[in-house]
């Protein structure tokens, strides 16, 4: 059978099984719009920016373990796409980005809308590809579906020059995977490193088990709770990897980190044995690496990148391999050896006696009003109101530690939020893309103000597909992380980071065709999030105004160690 390149691109992704796309056209993709045109496998979303159709399937793949997909023109509609590529890069997101290029013979003539799509994307996705050649096009593709979804996930560029996807050619589906000789992840632990982390465990008196969002990429929550439940020590998620481990069972000491619970943060301190599990040790889970380096421990590193293993945190033994895999051979090793070597269990209640002493400082307290709104109680009361079964994203600051401090993600795949790259303006496409992929689910945007207004545009792409998240705006005025830095190390010089030129979020939730709520009053928050959440066919922006000076505790300080932590505005 013979095709032009773009009707290729619509046959490979629906031999893919993809259900949508998210896309905006221009001249170099008119092609492959042509061919979308005539097909009926898969739905095209038109969003109102590109960055905006990245963000959308970024957390259409983050809620649904599929890969998502996005389509954009050459020139600006690359470069506007570069946010959300990098966003999806950072997190380890499975995602194929297709992007038009002028025709090959432009190429390098500063023709009309062209840039270097390859060079511009090469630091932030996992892979990239120019298609020279039409016969390339089909298994091009397929290898990008391969490398974004196997080993350590990410996104995938493919360019294609608009000659490309007029040139015909013959097509001839895929019998199997494709073979790269390049590329071939391992999967299944070593046993000998798996065998020197069992024995590592069965001595330990103090064990701590430290994970991340590898752990949800793996789908791996199962195997998790089956090990943390076997080991019998605390468990921590990261921002990434909230909801692997239920955030309402007792084993659990909430999230590490800059704002992380005092309880999680001195255990991680103070174990003889920690098993990290598909996590990093990033700059914001464990402060000063040589802070964290004080405490002689024995650190286990499971994780399928072997670049993250020993990057920032020397580990005493590297585990290599998919975590999924590699808890099941672990699990198994462990019963085998602990019939025969006993775990301390003595060490152990010990162990848990130390870290109810730390979470008896409930440092998540707060102290609630009468008169103001505290956004803290607003996410709570979500939390109650949802039964906390909803899925969440959230844009970046104040809010979102606050969602992930306050909403008990039990779940895993419902927390969506950028955390390594940490973009403003991600949560209401993000809230798109989640219910593209679960339109029967109950989806909420947690933003504030300022993220918000990034890509609040996309209020018109809800309406057209009749999009119908909540939106709760955490409305403080301030730009509410950097007001809190700050006060905090700037002596309260607050440059540029007041909003004092906000619209009536009522009056343009309206404007674009969606209910409004402005909400002041501490007494009238739970009324407004149950009368929105029964209005289930329309998308509801919740305007909270809420206390200005209500800040993010705990909190370690850039480039303190864990324990040196601020508790509240007392340890100032």
Not at 251 to 277: K, R, S
Request: glycine share 8%; charged share 20%.
């Amino acid at each position: 059978m013979e095709l032009n390149g773009a009707d290729i691109v619509t046959r490979v992704l629906a031999d893919e099984g993809v259900e949508h796309v998210f896309g905006y056209p221009g001249g170099a993709v008119l092609y492959i719009y042509d061919a979308i045109y005539k097909q009926d496998k898969f739905k095209h979303i038109l969003v109102r920016h590109e960055q905006a159709a990245v963000h959308a399937a970024d957390a259409y793949s983050r809620s649904s373990n599929k890969v998502g997909v996005c389509l954009v023109t050459s020139g600006p509609g690359v470069t506007n796409a570069v946010t959300g590529i990098a966003t999806a890069y950072m997190d380890s997101i499975p995602m194929v980005i297709i992007s038009g290029q002028v025709p090959t013979h432009a190429i390098g003539e500063d023709a009309f809308q062209e840039c270097d799509t390859v060079g511009i994307t090469r630091p932030c996705v996992k892979h990239n590809f120019l298609v020279r050649d039409v016969k390339d096009l089909a298994d091009t593709l397929r290898k990008a579906f391969y490398i974004a979804r196997t080993g350590r996930p990410g996104p995938v560029l493919v360019d294609i020059p608009k000659d490309i996807s007029f040139a015909h050619c013959k097509y001839t589906p895929a019998k199997s995977e494709p073979v790269m000789r390049s590329y071939a992840p391992v999967v299944k632990g070593h046993q000998g490193q798996i065998k020197k982390a069992v024995q590592m465990l069965l001595q330990a008196e103090r064990p701590m088990i430290y994970t991340g969002g590898g752990v949800i990429l793996s789908d791996a929550s199962p195997e998790l709770h089956q090990f943390v439940r076997m080991i019998g020590a605390p468990c921590t998620n990261t921002l990434m990897g909230l909801g692997a481990y239920p955030a309402t069972d007792k084993q659990f000491v909430g999230m590490p980190g800059m704002h992380g619970t005092y309880e999680a943060n001195m255990a991680m301190q103070h174990c003889d044995v920690l098993i990290a599990v598909g996590a990093r040790f990033d700059d914001r889970v464990i402060g000063n690496p040589k802070h964290f380096a004080q405490n002689p421990r024995k650190i286990i590193h499971i994780d399928i990148d072997p670049s993250s293993i020993s990057k920032r945190v020397k580990v005493d033994v590297p585990i290599v391999g998919n975590v999924k895999d590699v808890l099941t051979e672990l699990m198994a090793q462990y019963q085998a050896a602990a019939a025969e070597t006993r775990p301390n269990t003595e060490a152990l209640a010990k162990w848990w006696q130390q870290v109810e002493v730390w979470r008896s400082k409930e440092c998540m307290k707060f102290a609630d009003s009468t008169e103001l709104i505290k956004p803290q109680s607003v996410v709570q009361k979500l939390w109650e109101v949802t039964g906390g079964d909803a899925f969440i994203t959230s844009d970046v600051g104040q809010h979102q530690m606050w969602a992930a401090q306050y909403y008990g993600f039990d779940k895993p795949r419902r927390w969506i939020n950028s955390g390594g790259l940490g973009t403003m303006g991600v949560g209401l496409p993000y809230a798109m893309g989640v219910q593209m992929a679960n339109p029967d689910a109950t989806v909420a945007c947690i933003t504030g103000e300022g993220s918000i207004q990034m890509n609040i545009q996309e209020l018109s792409t809800c309406r057209q597909y009749h999009l119908t998240p909540k939106i709760i705006c955490l409305n403080n005025r301030f730009l509410g992380m950097v007001r809190q830095w700050q006060q905090i190390d700037y002596s309260s010089r607050y440059s540029e980071s007041y909003m004092d030129a906000l619209p009536d979020f009522v009056k343009l939730a309206e404007a674009y065709g969606h209910v409004g709520m402005r909400i002041e009053k501490p007494a009238d928050v739970d009324g407004a999030l149950r009368e929105a959440f029964k209005l289930k066919d329309r998308l509801v922006f919740m305007d909270f105004i809420t206390d200005q000076s209500e800040n993010v505790w705990p909190m370690v300080k850039a480039g303190k160690g864990l324990t040196e932590m601020l508790l509240g505005s007392e340890d100032l």
